[in-house]
């Protein structure tokens, strides 16, 4: 079946020759809006472990995860070929001799590239410098993960990112005069956001230079301002029908050529009051297929909105 919109795996094989998987790796970090330099709260949304629910501990080095994670993934899937991702928390909030030692480590024969997750206010020449050392010295490809969730700039006051859009815009900007890929991650069913705030999020990250975006909805994590919220009835969460809309909204007005790297995440039970409605990751990806081939449209449909719309009548 012809695919409707540019899936990872796909870009992955096209690239590598073959299927690469991610392995994922903890450092002990933190974040500036939990360490105190910009709030001690974090994130509404976020956990005491950040996102990486099937990392190792910090405690342990990042060689050993390395091998740990190998083991289960190639009996499984006969990979040849990894992506060492340094998923948790803000990858870059390290002085950066550090964070170029933690880098160095992860280079081993069979990791084809480097992807380190990061806020937008956490990376500058100093670190994107580092990067391209590494790139250069261990001739591995770079992926940056950029945490955006939304470009509606009150949601993100709300749900404590300490950050704004410009931030955003500022580290693609930069990130654009490097040889390295990026990633932006999106989450779908903030408190408070409509269709309109789905759309512009796809039209935003359109008009910069992104190359990759990540979808998931919103998880309610156990033991976060979110969860307060949750069970003192003062947000609302969309439905999964409503979910799968947004999705194929986003998709069909994000540039054509952008890379996705999933359209729905997933989260341990054991560490949350809500994710996904029950239903299993796969389940909500095959709606939003069906949902596309439904509608007969596809990733770019309705991307006619860059590059001097109002005046292409005197030029093509």
Same mark, same amino acid.
């Given at each position: 079946?012809?695919?409707?919109?540019? *899936?990872?795996?796909?870009?992955?094989?096209?690239?590598?020759? !073959?299927?690469?998987?991610?392995?994922?790796?903890?450092?002990?970090?933190?974040?500036?809006?939990? +360490?105190?330099?910009?709030? &001690?709260?974090?994130?509404?949304?976020?956990?005491? *472990?950040?996102?990486?629910?099937?990392?190792?501990?910090?405690?342990?080095?990042?060689? !050993?995860?390395?091998?740990?994670?190998?083991? /289960?993934?190639?009996?499984?899937?006969?990979?040849?070929?990894?992506?060492?991702?340094?998923?948790?928390?803000?990858?870059?909030?390290?002085?950066?001799?550090?964070?170029? @030692?933690?880098?160095? %480590?992860?280079?081993? =024969? =069979?990791?084809?590239?480097?992807?380190?997750?990061?806020?937008?206010?956490?990376?500058?020449? &100093?670190?994107?410098?580092?990067?391209? !050392?590494?790139?250069?010295?261990?001739?591995?490809?770079?992926?940056?993960?950029?945490?955006?969730?939304?470009?509606?700039?009150?949601?993100?006051?709300?749900?404590?990112?300490?950050?704004?859009?410009?931030?955003?815009? #500022?580290?693609?900007?930069?990130?654009?005069?490097?040889?390295?890929?990026?990633?932006?991650?999106?989450?779908?069913?903030?408190?408070?956001?409509? +269709?309109?705030?789905?759309? %512009?999020?796809?039209?935003?990250?359109?008009?910069?230079?992104?190359?990759?975006?990540?979808? /998931?909805?919103?998880?309610?994590?156990?033991?976060?301002?979110?969860?307060?919220?949750?069970?003192?009835?003062?947000? @609302?969460?969309?439905?999964?029908? +409503?979910?799968?809309?947004?999705?194929?909204?986003?998709?069909?007005? @994000?540039?054509? #050529?952008?890379?996705?790297?999933?359209?729905?995440?997933?989260?341990?039970? !054991?560490?949350?009051?809500?994710?996904?409605?029950?239903?299993?990751?796969?389940?909500?990806? +095959?709606?939003?297929?069906?949902?596309?081939?439904?509608? #007969?449209?596809?990733?770019?449909?309705?991307?006619?909105?860059?590059?001097?719309?109002?005046?292409? /009548?005197?030029? %093509?």
């Amino acid at each position: 079946m012809k695919e409707r919109y540019r *899936i990872y795996s796909t870009y992955l094989k096209g690239k590598y020759g !073959e299927k690469v998987y991610k392995l994922p790796i903890s450092i002990p970090d933190t974040c500036p809006n939990r +360490d105190g330099r910009l709030g &001690t709260g974090g994130c509404a949304f976020c956990g005491s *472990i950040g996102a990486g629910y099937e990392n190792l501990p910090a405690s342990v080095t990042i060689g !050993e995860q390395i091998r740990t994670n190998k083991a /289960h993934i190639v009996p499984k899937y006969k990979a040849h070929k990894f992506i060492a991702y340094f998923q948790n928390f803000t990858n870059t909030y390290l002085p950066p001799p550090l964070f170029r @030692s933690y880098l160095a %480590e992860a280079c081993k =024969d =069979d990791v084809v590239a480097l992807a380190v997750a990061t806020r937008p206010d956490c990376i500058n020449e &100093t670190y994107l410098d580092i990067l391209a !050392e590494i790139r250069e010295k261990y001739h591995v490809d770079i992926l940056v993960e950029l945490g955006l969730q939304t470009v509606n700039y009150r949601t993100l006051k709300l749900i404590n990112r300490g950050h704004g859009l410009a931030e955003y815009i #500022d580290a693609v900007t930069m990130l654009a005069a490097y040889p390295f890929r990026n990633c932006t991650h999106v989450i779908i069913g903030l408190p408070g956001e409509d +269709d309109a705030d789905t759309v %512009e999020t796809a039209r935003v990250i359109s008009a910069l230079p992104t190359q990759e975006v990540k979808l /998931h909805a919103l998880y309610i994590i156990k033991n976060t301002l979110m969860a307060e919220w949750y069970r003192d009835g003062k947000i @609302s969460l969309i439905s999964v029908e +409503d979910y799968v809309r947004r999705v194929v909204l986003f998709l069909a007005h @994000s540039r054509p #050529d952008i890379v996705f790297q999933r359209l729905i995440g997933r989260a341990p039970q !054991e560490a949350v009051d809500f994710a996904n409605w029950g239903m299993g990751w796969w389940r909500i990806r +095959d709606m939003i297929d069906a949902e596309l081939e439904r509608l #007969d449209t596809w990733q770019g449909k309705d991307c006619n909105y860059l590059h001097g719309k109002a005046v292409r /009548h005197f030029t %093509e």
